[in-house]
Structure formats: C-alpha cells, structure tokens
C-alpha cells in the first residue's frame, strides 16, 4: 500500500444545471456513486476512507455508504 490519493470527487464537477446544491445528503449519495465509479474504472476495489477528522455520521456516512452500495470494499 503506497498511501496516495488515486482520485477525487466533488459537487462542483459537472454541468451547472446538473448538479445539486453541495450541503445535503443526496448530494453526499452522488459523490459516493462517483467515487465508486472512478475507482471500478481503474481497477481499484478495495479502498481506505479517510474522513479527515469528521465524525463517521451525515455527509460522511452516505458517501461511505454509497461507495460502498456501488461496490467498493472499505
């Protein structure tokens, strides 16, 4: 395991009328789809979430949550 960053994901991607507002779980659910994607589309399944010190409920919880509905291994 070598510790780097493979990809990243953020509301403010995409088309403006696209996407949705960044404080609010649906949003939170979309990232996690996103990132699962990313990952599948480089052949990583198996990944470490770092949630940078925010306690594991909310935003943070449905992008885990997300992710890992879409097939990623925590």
């Not at 995409?14 to 990952?39: R, S």
């Amino acid at each position: 395991m070598e510790g780097k960053t493979i990809l990243a994901a953020s509301t403010n991607e995409g088309k403006k009328g696209a996407k949705k507002t960044g404080g609010n779980l649906a949003a939170a659910k979309e990232i996690g789809k996103k990132i699962a994607e990313q990952a599948k589309a480089k052949g990583v399944t198996k990944v470490v979430f770092d949630r940078g010190g925010y306690i594991y409920h909310g935003r943070v919880k449905a992008i885990a949550d997300a992710a890992r509905e879409a097939g990623l291994q925590f």
